[in-house]
């Protein structure tokens, strides 16, 4: 039954591949994508099983959690897929920002990859076994590359180039770093299911462990946007069509998150929990400062909450680092900047569709020419630079919250710092946005598909800010558990 | 017994050298479908070459008469140094690799001033390209041998070439690979064998140690080509002593298959000359320092 | 087996001295072929005194078949398409690149001293080079320019990090060596399709020129 949460997507995209008619890919898209939503909350639904040491495929608290994000966050970008695909359609295109014309990939194999990126993005939250991980990881990275260089012209290509090399080379270091942990369990543990290394790790060599994290923390911090490793992901994430960029920052992000949660279960159960604490803290710290850094002079819409998901990356691996009560808020954090970042980024693709230019500095009056989503992509500022009402500013005051009853000050002060400055940064670029008054032809209409979806996420953002459930807050705790609070 | 193993090698160092170039030119004539020289034309050369006068440019001084007579005195020590395989040589003592280095460098050196001494244009070319190419050789040429000394903790040569394989093939087979593929490029380059330089080529602008002698006559050039084959002949020493694992007990047997692998180095030079075209000359500095890199990984693997 | 296993570690720091070296991206693939089959025969070669178990034979083979034969025919499929030769201007020379790697193989044996006494017994010298490998990989992507040879320089760290596997005597399942195989597979075809597409619209490869997008 699990296994159906792969075999739904994974089967789906195959057939798409082939020859069919236009109509009934769309309808097997959104087909695979209920079907898959439907599966996954039937098996969240049901309490967890206990951890299994010998499975390779199991559903443990944090698999879970990233699971469903993922589930939900493709079930809104497969609905916003429908009219944006019919849109389209195999034809040539006029470039907006350089004016030269393009054709777009054909729409058997975009679709297919869709699907194949959701059954492998699955199969990294369902893998217990860390080479099986690894190899869904490798899978997800290598199946998105189609995806991002959906518009068949230079920039896209470039964009393309650097994700698949730098992304690839990055997941290499990481295998190495696998094999160092299986070095270091020799003798003391047999296979590499994660509980069976987590119930041996006090007894695994200490140097080997250390030099396995530092090499899983460089391989996937590269795939997860964290500084310094994240040069491919403001390329991709703007590059790509919207409600790619929707699904690669909400969830692929996610699922290199969960690798390297993997490996910090394993450090924390050997008694290393500081060392590899200290490194994700650092690197989560720089994320952030870089991501600020960067966004103070920003022009183009879609780079911008590319660097916001660097920095927030950066706020999810702080959180894990410092384990605790920061480890939930990281959790929640998760899910609520998913959800976030996948409302922008289709908000984006509208404003795109209907501006047909990326620079900040040219669009203008979105609230007037259209109103639902220049009201959501002004929700959306406030949510994504945490402010209350919405489910970000809950995450980020737990996450800060724990660093301070932890006693890391420094932590804590630097981290309000980035956070006041990409505020601001974001201020001054996003709502002028929404006011003034707009160039002339613009297109006004706002078809329910393009704005259902990024309403959807928009309403459970706002909903996760002023009330959490009392389950949800357990299976957080659950998932943060698992790391181990050091 | 061993005494007399090291006399027999120098004497037929000195009688047989010549015979070295002949093979090489037999064997590229062979390749070429021609019939090619007779084996012993170096000899009849250097008779012919003996019995003639020569004539020296106005421009020359005394550094041009004396640099023959340096190369073959500078050659004669080398080769009392140079043990063959097994055998031991003549004259052998800790460091003698050093002495052997800096007397083929002597040899160079004055080579290279007598060329220099002429004045010409085409000497002094050829002159800069030689003394570029064995700045990079010469390195190399040490690192290799000093790799063998570290694994057999020797440091004359004969001291080591005795005892490379007598703790059998294995403890010693990729650092006697790395420095015997590092010891061919360097006897490739040193003398003037393609790819480095083609001997028989006729343009002076491609030449390189052919275009430096190219003002001596008579005696002088006797001295010269008589030294370039000795010179020869050490390199094929060195080389067959890291290239041939075999260590009978008893040293004529040893010399006389250390003679055997002589010659087979020199029918070895004869088919990459023959099967390889000379490499542009920006090229042969790569070339080299592929061979010193050779050189320091089997170092490396020494130190290990 | 130890003079085997000596040997075949030569071989592999020449490949990866050789790959520095050379200009001709033709020789680079054959290469990363003989690599691979280097790396089948380490496999074998180390465990030759124990029993070789069923499973290690086949993925050995299946290394050999993949990365030694059907990942040099796609890259010359795709050097092919994109119509180069050789590799003209990269960042580091190419007399740099051999002495620079001569200095990283003698970093790595300093660096492996260490960890050595943790391994296998007859492959306590591959960990350098295997370390040696990855770091001429990575070498070769930062200073080549052309995309195919930034393809071969990930396939050179991808065989670095299988040598580093074997030598730390890494029993992973037969289903997570061939998941790892079918990776690489489908990763170099995957990048095989890229170039083509960048050199369609670009009409040359030059990633150094791909620079368009920057803040």
Same mark, same amino acid.
């Given at each position: 039954?699990?296994?159906?949460?792969?075999?739904?997507?994974?089967?789906?995209?195959?057939?798409?591949?082939?020859?069919?008619?236009?109509?009934?890919?769309?309808?097997?898209?959104?087909?695979?994508?209920?079907?898959?939503?439907?599966?996954?909350?039937?098996?969240?639904?049901?309490?967890?099983?206990?951890?299994?040491?010998?499975?390779?495929?199991?559903?443990?608290?944090?698999?879970?959690?990233?699971?469903?994000?993922?589930?939900?966050?493709?079930?809104?970008?497969?609905?916003?897929?429908?009219?944006?695909?019919?849109?389209?359609?195999?034809?040539?295109?006029?470039?907006?920002?350089?004016?030269?014309?393009?054709?777009?990939?054909?729409?058997?194999?975009? @679709?297919?990859?869709?699907?194949?990126?959701?059954?492998?993005?699955? *199969?990294?939250?369902?893998?217990?076994?860390?080479?099986?991980?690894?190899? $869904?990881?490798?899978?997800?990275?290598?199946?998105?590359?189609?995806?991002?260089?959906?518009?068949?012209?230079?920039?896209?290509?470039?964009?393309?180039?650097?994700?698949?090399?730098?992304?690839?080379?990055? @997941?290499?270091?990481?295998?190495?770093?696998?094999?160092?942990?299986?070095?270091?369990?020799?003798?003391?543990?047999?296979?590499?299911?994660?509980?069976?290394?987590?119930?041996?790790?006090?007894?695994?060599?200490?140097?080997?462990?250390?030099?396995?994290?530092?090499?899983?923390?460089?391989?996937?911090?590269?795939?997860?946007?964290?500084?310094?490793?994240?040069?491919?992901?403001?390329?991709?994430?703007?590059?790509?069509?919207?409600?790619?960029?929707?699904?690669?920052?909400?969830?692929?992000?996610?699922?290199?998150?969960?690798?390297?949660?993997?490996?910090?279960?394993?450090?924390?159960?050997?008694?290393?929990?500081?060392?590899?604490?200290?490194?994700?803290?650092?690197?989560?710290?720089?994320?952030?400062?870089?991501?600020?850094?960067?966004?103070?002079?920003?022009?183009?819409?879609?780079?911008? *909450?590319?660097?916001?998901?660097?920095?927030?990356?950066?706020?999810?691996?702080?959180?894990?680092?410092?384990?605790?009560?920061? $480890?939930?808020?990281?959790?929640?954090?998760?899910?609520?900047?998913?959800?976030?970042?996948?409302?922008?980024?289709?908000?984006?693709?509208?404003?795109?569709?209907?501006?047909?230019?990326?620079?900040?500095?040219?669009?203008?009056?979105?609230?007037?020419?259209?109103?639902?989503?220049?009201?959501?992509?002004?929700?959306?500022?406030?949510?994504?630079?945490?402010?209350?009402?919405?489910?970000?500013? @809950?995450?980020?005051?737990?996450?800060?919250?724990?660093?301070?009853?932890?006693?890391? @000050?420094?932590?804590?002060?630097?981290?309000?710092?980035?956070?006041?400055?990409?505020?601001?940064?974001?201020?001054?670029?996003?709502?002028?946005?929404?006011?003034?008054?707009?160039?002339?032809?613009?297109?006004?209409?706002?078809?329910?598909?393009?704005?259902?979806?990024?309403?959807?996420?928009? *309403?459970?953002?706002?909903?996760?800010?002023?009330?959490?459930?009392?389950?949800?807050?357990?299976?957080?705790?659950?998932?943060?558990?698992?790391?181990?609070?050091? | 017994?061993?005494?007399?193993?090291?006399?027999?090698?120098?004497?037929?160092?000195?009688?047989?050298?010549?015979?070295?170039?002949?093979?090489?030119?037999?064997?590229?004539?062979?390749?070429?479908?021609?019939?090619?020289?007779?084996?012993?034309?170096?000899?009849?050369?250097?008779?012919?070459?003996?019995?003639?006068? =020569?004539?020296?440019? #106005?421009?020359?001084?005394?550094?041009?008469?004396?640099?023959?007579?340096?190369?073959?005195?500078?050659?004669?020590?080398?080769?009392?140094?140079?043990?063959?395989?097994?055998?031991?040589?003549?004259?052998?003592?800790?460091?003698?690799?050093?002495?052997?280095?800096?007397?083929?460098?002597? %040899?160079?050196? %004055?080579?290279?001033?007598? =060329?220099?001494? #002429?004045?010409?244009?085409? +000497?002094?070319?050829? =002159?800069?390209?030689?003394?570029?190419?064995?700045?990079?050789? +010469?390195?190399?040429?040490?690192?290799?041998?000093?790799?063998?000394?570290?694994?057999?903790?020797?440091?004359?040569?004969?001291?080591?070439?005795?005892?490379?394989?007598?703790?059998?093939?294995?403890?010693?087979?990729? #650092?006697?690979?790395?420095?015997?593929?590092?010891?061919?490029? &360097?006897?490739?380059?040193?003398?003037?064998? &393609?790819?480095?330089?083609?001997?028989? #080529?006729?343009?002076?602008?491609? %030449?390189?140690?052919?275009?430096?002698?190219?003002?001596?006559?008579?005696?002088?050039?006797?001295?010269?080509?008589?030294?370039? =084959?000795?010179?020869?002949?050490?390199?094929?020493?060195?080389?067959?002593?890291?290239?041939?694992?075999?260590?009978?007990?008893?040293?004529?047997?040893?010399?006389?298959?250390?003679?055997?692998?002589?010659?087979?180095?020199?029918?070895?030079?004869?088919?990459? +000359?023959?099967?390889?075209?000379?490499?542009?000359?920006?090229?042969?500095?790569?070339?080299?320092?592929?061979?010193?890199?050779?050189?320091?990984?089997?170092?490396?693997?020494?130190?290990? | 087996?130890?003079?085997?296993?000596?040997?075949?570690?030569?071989?592999?720091?020449?490949?990866?001295?050789?790959?520095?070296?050379?200009?001709?991206?033709?020789?680079?693939?054959?290469?990363?072929?003989?690599?691979?089959?280097?790396?089948?025969?380490?496999?074998?070669?180390?465990?030759?005194?124990?029993?070789?178990?069923?499973?290690?034979?086949?993925?050995?083979?299946?290394?050999?078949?993949?990365?030694?034969?059907?990942?040099?025919?796609?890259?010359?499929?795709?050097?092919?398409?994109?119509?180069?030769?050789?590799?003209?201007?990269? /960042?580091?020379?190419?007399?740099?690149?051999?002495?620079?790697?001569?200095?990283?193989?003698?970093?790595? /044996?300093?660096?492996?001293?260490?960890?050595?006494?943790?391994?296998?017994?007859?492959?306590?010298?591959?960990?350098?080079?295997?370390?040696?490998?990855?770091?001429?990989?990575?070498?070769?992507?930062?200073?080549?320019?052309?995309?195919?040879?930034?393809?071969?320089?990930?396939?050179?760290?991808?065989?670095?990090?299988?040598? /580093?596997?074997?030598?730390?005597?890494?029993?992973?399942?037969?289903?997570?060596?061939?998941?790892?195989?079918?990776?690489?597979?489908?990763?170099?075809?995957?990048?095989?399709?890229?170039?083509?597409?960048?050199?369609?619209? /670009?009409?040359?490869?030059?990633?150094?020129?791909?620079?368009?997008?920057?803040?």
């Amino acid at each position: 039954m699990l296994l159906a949460v792969v075999l739904i997507p994974a089967v789906a995209g195959l057939a798409v591949m082939a020859p069919f008619v236009k109509r009934l890919r769309l309808a097997v898209l959104l087909l695979a994508a209920v079907g898959h939503a439907s599966a996954v909350a039937w098996i969240c639904s049901r309490p967890l099983a206990d951890n299994n040491a010998d499975a390779w495929i199991a559903l443990d608290a944090p698999g879970r959690l990233f699971l469903a994000i993922t589930s939900i966050l493709f079930l809104a970008a497969a609905t916003y897929a429908i009219g944006y695909l019919r849109n389209e359609e195999n034809r040539t295109t006029k470039d907006a920002e350089e004016g030269f014309l393009f054709r777009n990939e054909p729409m058997n194999i975009f @679709i297919g990859c869709l699907l194949l990126f959701l059954a492998t993005m699955s *199969l990294v939250c369902i893998s217990q076994h860390l080479g099986l991980l690894w190899v $869904a990881v490798e899978a997800t990275t290598l199946v998105s590359a189609p995806l991002i260089s959906f518009h068949r012209h230079h920039r896209s290509l470039e964009a393309t180039w650097k994700y698949l090399l730098i992304c690839s080379v990055g @997941i290499a270091l990481a295998l190495l770093g696998i094999f160092f942990i299986a070095a270091a369990g020799q003798g003391v543990v047999h296979g590499m299911n994660i509980h069976a290394l987590t119930k041996a790790a006090g007894k695994m060599d200490p140097v080997w462990l250390k030099a396995a994290f530092i090499l899983l923390i460089v391989g996937y911090g590269t795939k997860m946007g964290l500084a310094p490793m994240h040069n491919w992901l403001p390329d991709a994430h703007s590059e790509s069509p919207s409600l790619v960029s929707a699904l690669l920052s909400g969830a692929l992000l996610n699922c290199a998150f969960l690798g390297l949660l993997r490996g910090q279960m394993v450090m924390s159960a050997a008694g290393l929990g500081e060392f590899s604490g200290g490194l994700l803290v650092l690197l989560g710290l720089l994320s952030m400062i870089v991501a600020a850094v960067f966004m103070i002079r920003q022009s183009d819409y879609k780079r911008l *909450l590319a660097y916001s998901s660097v920095e927030h990356m950066g706020i999810l691996a702080i959180g894990a680092g410092l384990g605790g009560l920061a $480890a939930t808020g990281a959790m929640l954090h998760a899910v609520n900047h998913s959800f976030t970042k996948g409302m922008l980024f289709l908000v984006a693709g509208n404003l795109l569709a209907a501006h047909r230019t990326k620079n900040i500095h040219e669009v203008r009056g979105v609230l007037t020419t259209l109103p639902i989503t220049g009201c959501l992509w002004v929700g959306g500022f406030l949510a994504i630079t945490g402010a209350p009402p919405f489910g970000m500013f @809950i995450s980020e005051l737990t996450i800060l919250k724990g660093a301070l009853q932890g006693g890391h @000050i420094v932590v804590g002060v630097v981290y309000l710092a980035a956070l006041a400055v990409i505020f601001i940064s974001m201020a001054r670029l996003m709502p002028p946005m929404a006011f003034g008054i707009p160039a002339a032809q613009i297109k006004t209409k706002e078809p329910l598909w393009a704005v259902a979806p990024p309403l959807a996420l928009g *309403l459970v953002v706002l909903t996760m800010g002023l009330y959490v459930p009392e389950s949800l807050w357990n299976a957080l705790r659950a998932a943060a558990g698992a790391i181990g609070a050091n | 017994m061993i005494i007399l193993a090291s006399i027999i090698h120098v004497v037929l160092a000195l009688s047989l050298s010549p015979l070295l170039i002949g093979v090489i030119n037999r064997v590229k004539a062979k390749f070429a479908g021609r019939r090619g020289r007779p084996l012993l034309q170096l000899y009849y050369d250097l008779w012919k070459l003996l019995h003639k006068g =020569a004539v020296y440019s #106005t421009t020359t001084t005394w550094v041009f008469r004396t640099g023959p007579l340096v190369g073959i005195s500078a050659v004669l020590v080398a080769i009392s140094l140079v043990p063959l395989g097994r055998v031991p040589a003549l004259a052998a003592f800790d460091g003698d690799i050093i002495l052997l280095a800096y007397v083929l460098g002597l %040899m160079r050196f %004055m080579t290279v001033l007598a =060329a220099l001494d #002429t004045g010409s244009a085409f +000497e002094g070319m050829g =002159a800069g390209r030689e003394v570029q190419f064995s700045l990079l050789a +010469e390195p190399a040429l040490l690192l290799g041998v000093g790799a063998l000394s570290i694994s057999t903790g020797d440091w004359s040569l004969s001291g080591i070439y005795g005892s490379l394989f007598s703790d059998g093939l294995a403890a010693v087979a990729p #650092t006697a690979v790395m420095v015997a593929a590092s010891l061919l490029i &360097i006897l490739l380059a040193e003398n003037s064998r &393609i790819p480095v330089d083609d001997p028989n #080529t006729h343009l002076e602008l491609t %030449m390189i140690h052919e275009v430096m002698v190219l003002d001596h006559g008579g005696v002088d050039l006797a001295f010269i080509q008589y030294a370039a =084959a000795l010179k020869l002949w050490v390199f094929c020493a060195l080389f067959v002593g890291v290239a041939l694992p075999l260590q009978m007990h008893w040293p004529l047997v040893d010399l006389a298959f250390g003679m055997a692998g002589v010659f087979i180095v020199a029918m070895v030079i004869g088919v990459i +000359e023959s099967t390889m075209a000379r490499l542009r000359l920006l090229r042969v500095p790569q070339m080299l320092v592929v061979s010193a890199v050779l050189a320091m990984i089997a170092v490396l693997w020494a130190l290990r | 087996m130890s003079i085997l296993t000596d040997l075949l570690m030569m071989l592999l720091v020449l490949t990866n001295l050789r790959m520095l070296a050379s200009s001709r991206v033709a020789v680079c693939i054959q290469n990363v072929a003989i690599q691979a089959v280097v790396l089948g025969a380490i496999t074998f070669s180390l465990s030759a005194h124990a029993a070789i178990a069923a499973g290690v034979i086949v993925v050995a083979i299946s290394t050999v078949a993949v990365k030694g034969l059907v990942l040099p025919w796609l890259l010359r499929r795709a050097m092919k398409g994109a119509g180069i030769g050789r590799e003209i201007e990269p /960042f580091v020379g190419y007399a740099s690149s051999v002495l620079i790697g001569a200095v990283l193989l003698g970093l790595c /044996f300093v660096i492996a001293r260490p960890l050595r006494d943790t391994s296998h017994a007859g492959a306590s010298m591959l960990i350098p080079v295997a370390m040696f490998t990855i770091l001429t990989g990575l070498f070769i992507i930062i200073s080549r320019r052309k995309a195919l040879t930034q393809v071969l320089g990930y396939l050179t760290m991808e065989n670095g990090v299988c040598v /580093f596997g074997v030598s730390l005597a890494v029993e992973e399942p037969l289903l997570v060596e061939m998941g790892i195989l079918l990776d690489v597979l489908v990763g170099v075809f995957v990048m095989g399709i890229v170039i083509h597409q960048i050199n369609r619209e /670009f009409d040359h490869i030059d990633t150094d020129r791909l620079s368009v997008l920057k803040d």
